[in-house]
């Protein structure tokens, strides 16, 4: 068993290894580092936790590093904000609800979740499962910039992700190596303009979507 051995202000850092966590503490922003031989805690999720965090606009030193034991680095979340409005029609004002279920990454709207509050909260609990396992990386920082140019598969055709949309969990797919998307035999009852536009905008947790392609 390693022993307790912390950072001082005499210490020699070695050399950080970095962990690709886009991790928040207190709304500013931290970068994870491993840190050899200086464990802190023992125990836990981590057993022994040599994870220190510092903010990405300081230098790691005795004064900014801190003892990381967050159990969920990205702080994934599930919102409800309804709220009454009123809506004018044919000159009749009547008054309705609105509002609903959202998902979080670290206290900001990833993407809305359809349905009421029972089935969009339990909805979302199963989406934020996938979405710790997804093959874009969202835990990682800067994963959105990161996706744009990876090639995936569309339908089992050729495809590159041009661009991500945030609050919407959602991708912009161009054809790859062949001139438009077309529609495959078991495809074939869609409306005949899907592919008007020469791209398409997928959910990123859409099944006609295949994540690794060489």
Request: glycine share 8%; charged share 25%.
């Amino acid at each position: 068993m390693a022993d307790i051995r912390l950072i001082t202000k005499d210490t020699v850092l070695p050399p950080l290894r970095h962990m690709d966590w886009d991790v928040v503490i207190n709304g500013v922003p931290h970068y994870v580092v491993m840190i050899d031989e200086y464990v802190h805690t023992i125990g836990g999720r981590y057993g022994e936790n040599n994870l220190w965090a510092y903010p990405r606009d300081k230098a790691p030193t005795y004064e900014t590093l801190i003892e990381f034991n967050c159990d969920n680095p990205v702080a994934w979340g599930i919102s409800y904000e309804p709220k009454n409005y009123t809506k004018t029609k044919w000159d009749e004002t009547s008054a309705r609800s609105g509002g609903g279920v959202a998902i979080t990454r670290n206290g900001e709207i990833f993407c809305h979740v359809t349905g009421g509050l029972n089935y969009g909260i339990d909805k979302a609990r199963a989406m934020i499962v996938e979405f710790g396992e997804h093959p874009l990386e969202l835990n990682a920082i800067n994963f959105d910039k990161k996706a744009i140019g990876r090639k995936v598969w569309w339908r089992s055709e050729p495809a590159i992700i041009t661009n991500y949309i945030s609050k919407q969990a959602c991708v912009i797919l161009e054809p790859d190596g062949i001139d438009r998307f077309t529609v495959p035999a078991e495809f074939a009852q869609e409306e005949p303009d899907y592919y008007e536009d020469g791209n398409v905008k997928a959910d990123i947790l859409d099944r006609n979507i295949w994540w690794f392609r060489d």
